[in-house]
């Protein structure tokens, strides 16, 4: 492979999408909790060290703001009018440099193209090759532009519209994603012309430039699927599914067990260590790692959350972000944790809600106990210390802290510290009232 710390990345971001009707541009719409365009980027900053170029639309601000977020060296480049591929590519000319030996151009709707792809068609635009085109083999070409071949070289591009019933026939088809020879890219990009009918500059006919000038041009075979755009949530969603699958595959194959891998969603960066356990229907949302042999159970959902080694989570528990779940720690049924450390051994086990807290070592947490983290203003800590015992029912009303080894009676509603090794009980008195029942009933015959 090519060394590519001498490449320019071009990543065309400034199409409207109109057909995902959404308020959203197209290229910010989710994959795998990332938006596509960060997927894109990654694929190119995993592929190597090198220079990337985002040309975004003239209202793009937010898919500019995505870009510089997700590959920090970035340039920005605005495309004032939508006037072809090539017009797009040229409002980035500012970025490319005499030490740049190839320029890629790909699309922030392709998300699924991987740094493997980019690879080999970097490496074929490297040795006396100018243009390099990405194409794939169409289960249904419809629609394509047709690559003709000759002998390993790239021919033509030709689009449907244009093309000879021979060449209809043919289902190797151009995918957008093109390499081109960094000595040759601006001379060749700037020769292009926009007589045709929507008066637009188009990148693909930098080929026939290419081969008028007598330069060698190359067609390289991707994966359809990868190279594939979105256009519609329909796509997008079509899209999700290979993504969900690559990630899956990829866990288990790190030693992670999905007992059900089919109904589990995950992110682009859910962690999971080795010897994992993951029931089915759990949904990891992103920013979660899972340590060695932790036990996600079924219906739990995961979100910005670190689940400990051995813990045990769900199932139907809640990790919203913040959550810290310590070694060998038991959340249970019904349980959601949010922003709050959950030391070593410790048990929330049944109905529970623990928001702004921490919870020492060993302290065992009873069902319907809830933290009062909130005023109507602010946000407040409660502190449990190591050991504590705190009763089914409580209400912890922050700020408050229960010292180590303390315990605190069912059904209390503690307002203030509780000391080491203490017992507090705040609720109302129990009160019997002899022969009441009796008492009741005689009262409804006499009404009668």
């Not at 490449?7 to 994959?31: C, D, N, Q, Y």
């Not at 033509?156 to 060449?167: S, W």
């Not at 779940?325 to 070593?344: H, L, P, Q």
Request: glycine share 12%.
């Amino acid at each position: 492979m090519a060394d590519m710390t001498d490449t320019l990345f071009i990543v065309l971001a400034a199409g409207e999408g109109t057909r995902m009707r959404s308020a959203t541009p197209k290229v910010l719409h989710p994959l795998a909790g990332r938006p596509m365009l960060a997927c894109v980027l990654a694929a190119c900053r995993e592929a190597a060290d090198a220079d990337i170029a985002v040309v975004v639309g003239p209202d793009g601000d937010n898919v500019a703001e995505c870009a510089r977020k997700t590959a920090p060296g970035a340039q920005v480049f605005v495309q004032g009018e939508r006037l072809g591929t090539a017009h797009a590519v040229l409002a980035a000319r500012g970025a490319v440099r005499a030490e740049h030996k190839r320029v890629l151009v790909l699309f922030g709707d392709t998300p699924l193209i991987t740094a493997a792809t980019l690879a080999p068609l970097a490496d074929a635009v490297t040795d006396g090759t100018a243009v390099a085109v990405l194409g794939f083999q169409a289960a249904d070409p419809s629609g394509y532009g047709r690559l003709l071949t000759d002998g390993g070289e790239l021919v033509a591009i030709r689009e449907e519209k244009d093309a000879t019933e021979a060449e209809r026939a043919v289902t190797f088809c151009n995918s957008g994603v093109m390499g081109f020879a960094g000595a040759s890219v601006l001379s060749l990009l700037e020769t292009i012309g926009n007589d045709n009918a929507k008066g637009e500059y188009y990148l693909t006919d930098a080929v026939e430039i290419a081969r008028e000038r007598g330069l060698r041009t190359v067609a390289l075979e991707g994966d359809e699927t990868e190279v594939g755009g979105i256009n519609d949530r329909v796509q997008l969603a079509a899209a999700e599914r290979v993504c969900q699958q690559r990630l899956r595959h990829a866990a288990m194959a790190a030693g992670a067990t999905l007992i059900d891998p089919e109904t589990v969603h995950l992110s682009h960066d859910t962690q999971l260590g080795r010897d994992v356990v993951v029931e089915p229907n759990v949904v990891f949302a992103p920013g979660v790692t899972v340590e060695e042999g932790a036990r996600i159970r079924a219906f739990s959902h995961l979100e910005t959350a670190h689940v400990g080694a051995g813990a045990v989570i769900g199932p139907y528990a809640r990790l919203r972000p913040g959550a810290d779940i310590a070694e060998d720690v038991r959340i249970g049924n019904f349980v959601e944790i949010k922003n709050a450390e959950i030391g070593e051994g410790a048990k929330v086990n049944h109905l529970a809600y623990v928001g702004d807290a921490g919870v020492a070592a060993g302290a065992n947490v009873g069902a319907g106990t809830i933290t009062c983290n909130y005023d109507g203003e602010r946000k407040h800590r409660t502190e449990i210390g190591a050991n504590a015992f705190i009763g089914s029912n409580t209400a912890l009303v922050a700020p408050v802290r229960i010292g180590a080894g303390a315990y605190v009676g069912s059904g209390s509603v503690i307002t203030k510290d509780v000391p080491d090794g203490a017992l507090a009980i705040a609720r109302g008195r129990q009160t019997e009232v002899p022969g009441w029942v009796a008492k009741r009933g005689a009262g409804k015959d006499k009404g009668k």
